[in-house]
T-cell receptor, first 113, second 113 residues
Framework: ETGVTQSPTHLIKTRGQQVTLRCSSQ?????VSWYQQALGQGPQFIFQ???????GRGNFPPRFSGLQFPNYSSELNVNALELDDSALYLC????????????FGQGTRLTVV | SQKIEQNSEALNIQEGKTATLTCNYI??????LQWYRQDPGRGPVFLLLIRENEKEKRKERLKVTFDTTLKQSLFHITASQPADSATYLC????????????WGLGTSLAVNP
């Protein structure tokens, strides 16, 4: 086990709804990254948070937003859900230094119908 | 655009043989390459990290190489076992910036008893 926990593990939402996914990072890690992984694809970087501030963002629209809390846990919010948002959402915690490994949670499987 | 490419064809090998997986980087000069294992429906699990000034890194039955001339990393599993069957992902990151790991799509490995 990595010490990174995500909730919920599975979720079904209707198109147009909003969703919040949660992640508790590994103890001592101040950096959290979120990824979207479609079936058969590699993870796609959504954004990263370092000490409660967004620290880099991938090619995702503004309806994907996030937060990091003082205890370094994090949330991913997606508004106006679309069918293509159906994917495995992964949270990874790490130290902020370059070249350090990322520890992933088990992921949240989101299905938009 | 920056890309990490992995062989999309599944690799099937016999138990006891050495599995070799390839990761090529395109329009990109990562300072670090990381290899992860991913089982279906789970988050990736970190295996090995290699720096651009390292030619080779080993951990138990695993070996990874980094060839900056060929722009390639090779990942070897020696004495493979059926339990090694999984998808293996390669990811690159630059020096001084841990914001964004660029991921390959992964290669599926099946080790047959």
């Amino acid at each position: 086990e990595t010490g990174v926990t995500q909730s919920p593990t599975h979720l079904i939402k209707t198109r147009g709804q909003q969703v919040t996914l949660r992640c508790s990072s590994q103890s001592g890690h101040n950096t959290v990254s979120w990824y979207q992984q479609a079936l058969g694809q590699g993870p796609q970087f959504i954004f990263q948070y370092y000490r409660e501030e967004e620290n880099g963002r991938g090619n995702f629209p503004p309806r994907f937003s996030g937060l990091q809390f003082p205890n370094y846990s994090s949330e991913l919010n997606v508004n106006a859900l679309e069918l293509d948002d159906s994917a495995l959402y992964l949270c990874a915690s790490s130290l902020e230094q370059a070249g350090t490994e990322a520890f992933f949670g088990q992921g949240t499987r989101l299905t938009v119908v | 655009s920056q890309k990490i490419e992995q062989n999309s064809e599944a690799l099937n090998i016999q138990e006891g043989k050495t599995a070799t997986l390839t990761c090529n980087y395109i329009n990109y000069s990562p300072a670090y390459l990381q290899w992860y294992r991913q089982d279906p429906g789970r988050g990736p699990v970190f295996l090995l990290l290699i720096r651009e000034n390292e030619k080779e890194k080993r951990k138990e039955r695993l070996k990874v190489t980094f060839d900056t001339t060929l722009k390639q990393s090779l990942f070897h599993i020696t004495a493979s076992q059926p339990a090694d069957s999984a998808t293996y992902l390669c990811a690159g990151s630059r020096a001084g910036n841990n914001r964004k790991l660029i991921w390959g799509l992964g290669t599926s490995l099946a080790v047959n008893p």
